[in-house]
């Protein structure tokens, strides 16, 4: 009864009032909750915050600002309840250019070094997604001579899922696939070319039906271990 009403408030605030400002996670423990997890949208539907609870030493704190509807700079932090500090671990900043339908999201690590710069070009269903990765020896002259170059081939479908992602490194010969099925309760996802060859199948939660219908950016968890509470502007 408890999950019905859960629900039927879910189904309500994002039917009459989709402008969510917040969501909750709990884990159940036995008799009790405690809070594991919160997100924080703006009024235009922006995730704008995500932090995390439950770890005795640190937790990660997620934050993210937008300019015109577009995300600009997201940052990582470890926050230190005790000494009330967030401590930068990496930091973004993203850059667009309309007319090549192109993304680049620089990631620096907290001296400023570069991690990586990523290059997003994309049609209505393909997006080529080009890294020049640092990611060993961060470095403040990002040369891509140097750099690992990854190159990820992401194909859509006519409603904007993922079917397939390609997958290619420049220090291997060989590439790996992602490719997915959807289905009205969850979907597959195939792993190929791979050491690790698989395929798996998640199961939509009715919560997740609903987010996805709302493009809302949160990911929820297995029902039977988490419960969710919404506010909304």
Known sequence: MKKLLQLILFIFIIGCCPKIKSITEYNKNDNNSTKSRVAEFDKK???????????????????????????????????FEKQDTCVVRQFSFYEYNPKENLKIQTMHEPDSAVRFIRKSYKTRNLEVITTNSWEMFPTKDPNPEYAIKLTDSVFYDSKGREIKRLHFNGNFKEIWSEKFQYSKNGYTKKISGSRMDTTLFHVYSKLEKLANKKHIDFEFKDASSHTYEFNYH
Do not use: A, M, P, W
Not at 61 to 68: A, M, P
């Open 45 to 79: 539907g922006n995730k704008i915050l995500e932090r995390n609870f439950g770890n005795q030493r640190s937790n990660s704190v997620f934050k993210i600002e937008y300019l015109n509807g577009k995300k600009t700079k997201e940052t990582n932090c470890d926050y």
